[in-house]
């Protein structure tokens, strides 16, 4: 009896054994196939447009987003070195990184000097912007000059400037490739286009994306939370890893905006566990 439990013991001991010293190796093929995206998710300021600054950044903390496209309301043209200096270090303690500014209007050239002169001093490298269309020659010259690009943002059925991604870029497609799209896939759902295929045609000029879905692909459609919408995000996902897209995912929520927090937190869990399961 005695060297039955002894050999059944051993056995035991063996397989576990053999277990222990198997199981490391799938695990670690596994953890090595798992890459980092090229791009990044952040919240678009203007979700944030009946929020203070200390408000919206604690809405972005138990969301657990650090990237902000950053809106005048929160930090506004006039500001000095001083002020912006604060601002960021207000973001740093944080966790948040200000990419961009945005969107800005801009009827006359001079608001567009406006416009880079306030990029410049933040300390961006991204203008998201409405320029009239005679105004998109001399965008380019100061994106030229400023190394500054400028994703100019499409609004809709109803926009007469710049409804959906096609319209942006037949006008901009000849000029300097510094001059691109803010691509707000809602709004160029809402026009009736596909934003997954407009995503794939227009990927060399899409410079930033606007996240979000909407109820209908028709004018009357409006934001609602990521995964409760028309478009099909898991596939936006694959197309933005397909095409190798390196910019910011701003989820621009505009749904409940006195408060957001609850459809914020769901469409963040709700595209980050995408971003997992894909």
């Known amino acids: 009896m005695n060297k039955r439990r002894e050999f059944v013991k051993k056995g035991i001991t063996g397989l576990m054994a053999g277990s222990i010293i198997s199981m490391p190796e799938k695990f670690f ?66 966790g948040v990184t200000g990419y961009g500014v945005g969107p800005i209007y801009a009827k006359t050239t001079t608001e567009i000097d406006n416009a ?46 710049y409804p959906n991604a096609m319209s942006v870029y037949n006008l901009i497609k000849d000029i300097d490739p510094g001059v691109g799209i803010c691509f707000d896939m809602g709004h160029d759902a809402r026009y009736g286009n596909d934003p997954i295929a407009d995503l794939e045609k227009y990927q060399k000029r899409i410079f930033d994306i606007h996240l979000k879905n909407v109820t209908s692909a028709t004018h009357d459609g409006t934001t609602c939370e990521l995964g409760r919408g028309v478009i099909d995000v898991p596939l936006f996902i694959k197309t933005l890893r397909k095409i190798k897209y390196s910019g910011m995912c701003s989820l621009e929520y505009e749904k409940d905006m006195k408060d957001p927090l609850a459809g914020i937190a769901e469409s963040v869990g709700y595209y980050k566990g995408v971003c997992d399961a894909v």
């Not at 408000?55 to 001083?82: G, N, R, W």
């Not at 880079?116 to 965008?139: M, S």
Request: hydrophobic share 40%; net charge positive.
């Open 116 to 161: 880079f002169d306030y990029a410049k001093r933040v300390g961006v490298k991204l203008i998201v912007g409405i320029p009239n269309h005679a105004d998109l020659p001399y965008v380019a010259k100061k994106v030229k000059e400023s190394g500054i690009r400028y994703a100019i943002h499409i609004h809709g059925p109803g926009d007469k400037l």
């Open 29 to 94: 093929v596994l953890v090595k196939e798992k890459k980092e995206d090229l791009f990044k998710l952040a919240m678009a300021g203007f979700s944030f447009v009946n929020f203070n600054l200390d408000q919206s950044l604690e809405m972005m903390k138990k969301t657990d987003v650090h990237y902000l496209c950053i809106k005048d309301f929160h930090l506004p043209y006039t500001s000095t070195a001083e002020q912006i200096a604060a601002f960021h270090e207000k973001l740093k303690q944080s």
